[in-house]
């Protein structure tokens, strides 16, 4: 282990460690951009490559754990006589020392995507278990995975009606109904709880100590934009970030990618253009409009900078340390009189296929189960975003409310409330909540991170 992991480690070890003694103590050719979504934690991936939907599997080998099921309420907060589905959980009591000695139960909370992909990719957890003598549990979202309401995702997701269970609140009180039922199944009610998450499920962790302090001691929200809800911090602060990732590295890979969009739209709009940019990409299937293919390409560039480690990762694709500055090598490494398109396809590729096996791409895949997410960015999820002229690589859009409700009416049939989540969770004047009501609430991530501008 490197030595700023070992020092990360020892850091929160050392908090986490008074936590639980004070526990103890206490007992154009583009569709207009401006209503875009907020992207999701996860990109689109090419399905070509027969090992990768079995990686999660591999990488979760290493760890010894049960998969067990629990039967939970479609509605926690009504008497409505309603189907209850079966909530998915991985279980591991390898380390745990047991009630009588208070061992402590860490909980991730499940993001929205299989529960299994996301315990394959938190070894900090299952790292730490050991020295606390802890329990890891890690239940799944509902809506996620094999967590489904009314049997199958066809069912789940079949229209507003059905989805509208779907929201973070009901989601932290399955994770409040099911950690309860399980303590109270192993006489460990007086075992202290600690949260973890990543991304949104760094959200759920902090919010769930927020909304849930007598079940949770404490939280470790990683990577968790609390703050990207109405006007609290800028909204091109996301992709600024991004941009400035790519421009740390190389200011010529910067600007050919900045350049790229209005080459990709000129492209389009020729004759068999299309056609070309569907041999040059190496798709699987012919591009239909240029949109496609530039959120593709947004998606590869944003989740690059979500995972730009030092190190080599298989997080949401195999990539090499540093990623972004070996994207930016590809880039400005090709041979005078590469166009900036093909120049931008090199470089996406350390992205989409650096293994080299990938034979073609699909655009529209989603290997970890995540379309629910639409749904909850329509609904409570708003989380303006724009990009700016000058600071952004990105091509400069507004955050639109007006179009973006609109687009949410034309999938879901469903209008957004922007400051639910503000006036359920809080979010505005965050350090005075978080000083009276948020006590044992740690917040991380790397200044890279493009989720850093939205937490405090």
């Known amino acids: 282990m490197a030595k700023p992991a070992i020092a990360a480690v020892l850091s929160f070890s050392i908090v986490l460690l008074s936590i639980l003694a004070q526990q103890s103590s206490s007992s154009s050719s583009f569709k207009p951009i401006s209503s875009r979504r907020a992207p999701r934690f996860l990109g689109r991936f090419s399905t070509s490559n027969p090992h990768h939907r079995d990686r999660r599997s591999d990488q979760l080998l290493g760890y010894r754990y049960e998969t067990r099921y629990f039967e939970q309420q479609l509605d926690h907060f009504s008497f409505a006589e309603l189907p209850t589905f079966r909530q998915r959980y991985l279980i591991s009591s390898e380390h745990w020392v047991g009630p009588d000695r208070l061992g402590p139960i860490f909980l991730y909370c499940g993001n929205e995507g299989d529960i299994e992909w996301f315990a394959a990719n938190s070894g900090f957890v299952w790292e730490i278990a050991p020295s606390f003598g802890a329990m890891v549990v890690f239940p799944e ?67 769930m100590r927020l909304k849930y302090p007598h079940i949770a001691i404490g939280a470790l929200a990683s990577s968790a934009p609390i703050l990207q809800f109405e006007d609290i911090v800028p909204p091109e602060t996301f992709y600024d970030i991004v941009s400035n990732d790519f421009k740390r590295e190389s200011t010529s890979c910067f600007n050919t990618i900045k350049a790229s969009w209005n080459a990709l739209i000129s492209e389009g709009q020729k004759e068999n253009g299309l056609s070309k940019l569907t041999r040059m990409f190496r798709l699987c299937r012919e591009l239909k409009n240029t949109e496609e293919l530039a959120n593709w390409l947004d998606s590869a560039y944003s989740f690059l900078a979500m995972v730009d480690y030092p190190y080599p990762s298989e997080f949401l694709m195999p990539l090499p340390g540093y990623p972004i500055r070996e994207v930016c090598r590809k880039i400005d490494g090709c041979p005078d009189g590469t166009s900036i398109l093909e120049r931008v396809f090199e470089g996406v590729s350390v992205y989409y296929n650096y293994t080299g096996e990938v034979d073609c791409f699909e655009l529209d895949d989603d290997p970890h189960g995540m379309d629910g997410w ?74 890279l991170d493009p989720w850093s501008g939205y937490r405090d």
């Open 141 to 207: 979202h509902r809506y996620y995975g094999e967590s489904m309401p009314y049997g199958s995702q066809e069912e789940a997701y079949k229209n507003g009606a059905s989805l509208s269970y779907l929201t973070a609140e009901q989601a932290l009180a399955d994770f409040a109904v099911l950690i309860t039922d399980l303590k109270r199944n192993l006489s460990a009610e007086a075992c202290p709880v600690v949260l973890f998450g990543g991304s949104y499920g760094g959200m759920l962790a902090a919010w």
């Open 374 to 447: 639409n749904w909850q960015a329509c609904t409570e999820m708003v989380m303006p975003m724009s990009s700016s002229p000058d600071a952004s690589m990105f091509p400069t859009y507004n955050f639109n409310f007006s179009a973006f409700q609109e687009e949410c009416w034309t999938d879901f049939k469903v209008i957004p409330r922007p400051t639910w989540i503000t006036t359920h969770f809080g979010g505005k004047d965050i350090m005075t909540t978080l000083k009276t009501f948020g006590s044992n609430i740690i917040f991380s991530n790397g200044f």
